[in-house]
C-alpha cells in the first residue's frame, strides 16, 4: 500500500470523524433541540441523542429552564414627582421552543429590554406611597405586562419583584419627621383618652362615695395604708369626716344668718 493511498484513507476517515461530530449531538433534559433544514422548522427535537445533517441542517439549542435577569437600577420620577432609583429582578424560562427561535432573533435580550422599559413606565404611573407600600400589587402589575408582551415569543415571565426602592436623602428625613410627627399625634390622642376615661371613672367613683360616706373613711385609710408602706418622709395628720361635715356647717351657717338679716 503506496503512501498516497494510505494519507487517502487518513484524510477519508478525518472526514468522517468531523461529519459524525457534526452530525450527532446529545441535549440534556433541560433544553431542545429546534432544527432548520434548508431554511424549514423541522420538529422539536430532544432530549437525549439527536442526529442531525451536516451542512444542510441548522441546529439551536434552547434551555428551558428559569432565567433570572437582575434589572439595573432605574431612576424613575413617580406620579407625584418624587425622584427615586428602583432595582428589580425578573424570572422568566422558555415555554415554546420554536417560537423563541422563530419570533424573535434574541429572546432573552428581548426579555430584558421589556423587563427595563416596562419598569420605568409602570413606576412612573405610581405614587411614592403605593410603591412602598403596596409592592405586592406593583410586582403584580409588572408581571403581568411583561408577560403579555413575551408571550408570543414562547417566553413565560413568572416573577418580577422591585428589590430597592432608594429615596433621595431630603426625602428620607422628610418621610422621618412625618413618620415622628404620626407617633406624636397617636401619643396625644390616646393620653386624651386616658383622660377621659379616668375622668369618667372618677364620676362614677364620686357618686358611690356620696351615697356611702363610709366608703370615702375606707378609702382614705387606704391610702394611708399606702403612704405608710413606702419610704418617705411625707406627713399625713388623718381628720374624722365627721369634724369637716361639722366645719361645713357651721361655715354655712354664718353665711345664712348676715343675709336673713338683711332681708328684714
Known amino acids: 500500500m503506496t503512501n498516497g493511498t494510505l494519507i487517502g484513507i487518513g484524510l477519508a476517515v478525518l472526514v468522517l470523524a468531523l461529519l459524525l461530530a457534526a452530525a450527532i449531538h446529545v441535549l440534556p433534559e433541560y433544553e431542545r433541540g429546534v432544527i432548520l433544514r434548508l431554511g424549514r422548522i423541522q420538529p422539536l427535537k430532544g432530549p437525549g441523542l439527536i442526529l442531525i ?17 437582575d434589572i439595573p437600577p432605574q431612576d424613575i420620577i413617580t406620579k407625584d414627582n418624587v425622584t427615586v432609583r428602583v432595582n428589580a429582578v425578573a424570572y422568566f424560562n422558555v415555554v415554546e421552543a420554536v417560537r423563541s427561535v422563530l419570533s424573535i432573533d434574541d429572546y432573552r435580550f428581548g426579555t430584558q429590554q421589556v423587563a427595563q422599559t416596562t419598569l420605568r413606565g409602570v413606576l412612573g404611573q405610581t405614587t411614592l406611597d403605593d410603591l412602598l407600600t403596596k409592592r405586592d400589587e406593583v410586582n403584580q402589575r409588572l408581571q403581568q405586562i411583561i408577560d403579555s408582551v413575551t408571550d408570543p415569543w414562547g417566553v413565560k415571565v ?13 426625602m428620607r428625613r422628610a418621610m422621618a419627621r412625618q413618620a415622628e ?55 399625713a395628720f388623718p381628720v374624722p369626716m365627721e369634724l369637716l361635715r361639722l366645719l361645713d356647717t357651721t361655715a354655712k351657717g354664718r353665711q345664712t344668718e348676715p343675709a336673713q338679716r338683711h332681708t328684714a
Do not use: W
Open 53 to 69: 445533517i451536516p451542512v444542510i441542517d441548522r441546529l439551536t439549542r434552547v434551555n428551558l429552564r428559569t432565567q433570572t435577569y
Open 181 to 235: 410627627a404620626e407617633r406624636d399625634r397617636r401619643g396625644k390622642v390616646i393620653h386624651a383618652l386616658g383622660e377621659k376615661e379616668a375622668a369618667a371613672n372618677l364620676g362614677e367613683a364620686a357618686v358611690v362615695l356620696e351615697e356611702h360616706p363610709a366608703a370615702l373613711q375606707l378609702r382614705i385609710l387606704g391610702t394611708l395604708l399606702e403612704l405608710g408602706g413606702e419610704k418617705t418622709s411625707t406627713i
Open 158 to 170: 413568572t416573577i418580577v419583584e422591585v428589590k430597592d426602592v432608594i429615596l433621595p436623602e431630603s
